[in-house]
């Protein structure tokens, strides 16, 4: 609750731009971009992850948004992420614990297998190129890729907006009607 004082109880978006796998990583001028959208409907940015993402999350933050990164246990980033509408991640074990929370989530898949390891159910879009090239992992291994992880990079900030503010009404239908 401390660490998300400054949001003074408005909703928020968590973004995780960070991956275990470089090739896995999507970008901080887009993650910016959807961002800075989110912003200017109306809702708050946290972004979360390791110390080694404070730069990334930083740019991030940059549209109006709190910077969490490097400064949270995984156990406050579950907390952070618990309490927030929609979490906007890579294919990332941050994303497996937004899924365990039953946060709705929108998660980018290339290199990863998304037939195996994506959420599924109307709380998660998965946005997925499926090149002829990709998935590239195999047995848990990911190589480096010659073809500059077109995978990752063709998944636009248009479609992880609308696929955010698409999860988002929905949660706002169901909060509404709990209320009532």
């Known amino acids: 609750d401390c660490l998300l004082e400054p949001l003074k109880g408005n909703p928020h978006v968590v973004i995780f731009p960070g991956a275990s796998i470089s090739e896995r990583c999507w970008g ?3 993650f910016c971009s959807v961002a800075k959208r989110l912003v200017e409907k109306g809702y708050k940015v946290v972004v979360v992850g390791g110390y080694e993402d404070r730069d990334e999350a930083e740019l991030i933050t ?9 400064m949270t246990t ?3 980033t579950a907390a952070v992420i618990s309490s927030s509408r929609l979490l906007i991640s ?4 941050v994303l497996h614990i937004a899924v365990g929370l039953d946060i709705p989530t929108v998660s980018l898949f290339g290199p990863g297998i998304a037939v195996k390891w994506a959420p599924r ?3 998660h879009i998965v946005l997925n190129r499926q090149l002829d090239c990709s998935p590239c992992t ?7 890729c010659p073809r500059g992880v077109r995978c990752m990079k063709e998944i636009t900030a248009v479609q992880v907006l609308d696929a955010a503010v698409r999860l988002l009404r929905i949660v706002h239908h169901e909060i509404g009607r709990a209320h009532v």
């Not at 940059?62 to 490097?70: F, T």
């Not at 890579?90 to 074990?93: C, E, Q, W």
Request: charge should be negative; hydrophobic fraction near 25%; proline fraction near 7%.
């Open 90 to 93: 890579g294919d990332s074990g």
């Open 74 to 76: 995984l156990g406050e």
């Open 138 to 144: 195999r047995f848990g291994t990911t190589p480096p």
């Open 121 to 123: 159910g109307e709380k």
């Open 28 to 30: 901080a001028e887009r």
């Open 62 to 70: 940059g549209a109006g948004g709190l910077n969490l990164a490097g």
